[in-house]
């Protein structure tokens, strides 16, 4: 082998290892989503060997189905002739965001492409749970702006009518509005009107 052929041969397995190296699952796909190539985080992936990955389809593999999905990046990458992405979920719950890019020959066709995919399950489940904590922000704060406003009460009983035209206790009013619990119990005054014999506050 002369010199020029054993720097192609260290050049090929430095790029293995790079591309072994890689925490992403990179793959090698022809045109029809069938893998030719993937690097070693497939396995951790999937649970699967190498030789178990490279042959199949990745939208089997993924999605479990035998076409690509219409989201697929592949689809989208072959119209625009340039990156596509789609953030997703697969087939055993995980979130992933798989992006496509072409490869072109020398005339510039495409002929492969490059299937790129991110594990964002976590990153999604902390979006998640943020989006779900400034929804429940969201009605709080609209429970505290209803209170803040008019709020009808009858000048005799002190009954409150509500949004939909309907009496109800204070009580029952405020418990539902502002997410709070009373404790009954009887002031000074009512305790004189109430019970004139009984001396309850000791006055």
Known sequence: MNSLGKLMEINNKEWGKVFDSIHDWVCIIDLDSKILRSNKIGQKYFSLPINKIIGQKCCKL???????????PLLKMLKTRERESVEIQILDGRWM???VDPIF???GYIIKAVHITRDITRRTMIQNEKEQLILELQK???????LSGLVPICAS?????DDKGYWTQIENFIQKYASVDFSHS???DC???LYPDLDIYGD
């Open 186 to 188: 009887i002031c000074p």
């Open 140 to 146: 709080a704060l609209a429970k505290v702006t209803l």
């Open 157 to 161: 009983c002190k009954k409150i009518r």
């Open 191 to 193: 305790a004189k009107k």
């Open 105 to 107: 020959d020398d005339e």
């Open 62 to 72: 993924v999605h479990g189905t035998d076409k690509p999905l219409d989201v697929c």
């Open 97 to 99: 965001m798989i992006t």
